[in-house]
Each structure stands twice: as structure tokens, then as C-alpha cells.
């Protein structure tokens, strides 16, 4: 192994630590979870746009794509509100194991918006997905917070698949950093009136926990994630990917106390099991077709 590809491991894991960090900030920001939405796409977006400025990167998108491009945005917004309800309800585990349900929702979404095949594997990795999903929360009651954070969860995993698929048709035509800036403008917009409901002493108050969710999660931590694109397949960028949620249960045990139970970490185990198989299955696929 050269040290380029050293350096290139080492940048996807600086960059799934770094996005890793939204668990624990969602957790450790104590403002309601719109206020918290809206002013982690605020930072963000002008951290984009003075980040685009810099570079020379263009901003400007075709008439005809902004309509779906700013879908993405509100896809995105949903994403995020109830990811942060997910984690606010229950625990850092939870929160971001039941969101990473999303690359099996991808696998069984795409065939119905795209028009492809539906694989009998995936319905056997969708059965170890909601296994693992019944040891998040073994008891399933609405009115336990765990499986409402868990349903919370997957509509964040669904809304990020969704707002995923639709960026496929136009990731080709730009530039990552430039759908980041309409996406995080859309989400500032609409979360804008939640702002309203809170006062500026209460904002500043928790400056700490959005700086780091606007600067380390979003702006440094999404523009490394897409950057490690150059180096490696989308596929081996997934796989490396579900070291996501480890990471960011490992800073939540040591900055929060938060320590998952046994059943949770198995439930873990196999939803992100599952991630890696269906990874894995795409690359061989990938290899099969690049060699006809």
C-alpha cells in the first residue's frame, strides 16, 4: 500500500469523524431541533459560498434544474430535522444507527424511481435491516421515545435516500460544493421562521455546539467527503462510510456518558452488515460491467 492511498484512507476517515460529530452536537445543542436546523444551514451556507468565492467554483445551474435541485434541499431539510429529533429522543446510537438504514432504502427506492430491477437480495438485506431495527428497540411502543426516535430515524434514512437518488440525475452536470450551496440556502429559508420562536441570548448561548455543527460537521467534513470521491469508487466511499456511526458512538460515550446497551450495538451490528454486503455486491457488479 503506496502512502497516497495511506493519505487518501486517512482523509475518508477525517471526513466521517468529522460528520460523525453531528450526533453528539445534536445532542449536546439545547435549542429547539428547527432553530438547530436552520442555523446549521445558515453557517453553512455562507461558509459555502465564501468557500466557492475562493476556489472560483460557479454557482450558476440551468433554469430547468433548479426545480429539482432546490426538491433536494427541502429533501435535505427533512433529513436533518428528523435526524435531530432521532437523536434528541433517545441516544447518539440510536439516532444514527436507525439513519443509516438509508444505503438498503436506496437499493429498494431506486428500482421504482429509476425503473430498475428489484434484486432478490436486497428483500433478504431489508430482513436483516428491520432485524436489527427490532434490537434498537425491542419493546416497540409509540409512547416509548426509543421507538419514536427509531421512526424518526427512518424518515431522516428515507428523505436522504430520496434527496440521494435525485442528485444522481445531476451530480454529473456540477460540482458538489456548488448542489451543497442551493441545498443548505433552501434549508436556511425555510427554517427561517423557526428563528422567530427563539430569542438571539438563547442562540448565542449554544454559539458553540452550531459553530461546530455549521463549520466541522457540514462545511469541512461534507467538502472532505466529497473530495475523497476523486480517489475512490462511490461503492469503497459507502463501505468506509459505516464507520460513521462507530465513530460517532465512540465521542458520544466519551463526551456525553452515553453508553449503548448490548441489544442496541447488535442491532448495529447487522444494519450496517448489510450496508457493507450491498456494498460489496455493487462493486463486484461495477467490475463485471467495466471488464464487458
Known sequence: MN???VSHLLEINLAMLFIA????????VDLPVPVITGMRGIIAFILLILFCRWRNISLKVKNGDIPLILVTGVLMAAHWLFYFYALQWSNVAIGMLSLFTYPVITAFLEPILLKSKLQRMHLLLGALVLLGIYFLSPNFNL?????????MGLV???SYALRNIILKLKVEKYQGTTLMVYQTGTIAI???PALFFTTPKEILG???GLLALGVLTTAIGHSLFLMTFKHFSITTVSILSSVQP???ILIGALFLNEIPKATTLFGGALILSSVVIESFRASKKQ?????D
Do not use: K
Open 156 to 158: 431522516s434514512a428515507v
Open 21 to 28: 460529530t453531528s450526533g453528539p452536537l445534536g445532542r449536546f
Open 190 to 192: 425555510l427554517m427561517l
Open 3 to 5: 502512502r497516497s492511498h
Open 287 to 291: 467490475q463485471v460491467s467495466s471488464q
Open 143 to 151: 409512547r416509548d421515545s426509543n421507538t419514536l426516535a427509531i421512526l
Open 246 to 248: 462507530i465513530y460517532g
Open 206 to 208: 449554544q454559539w458553540e
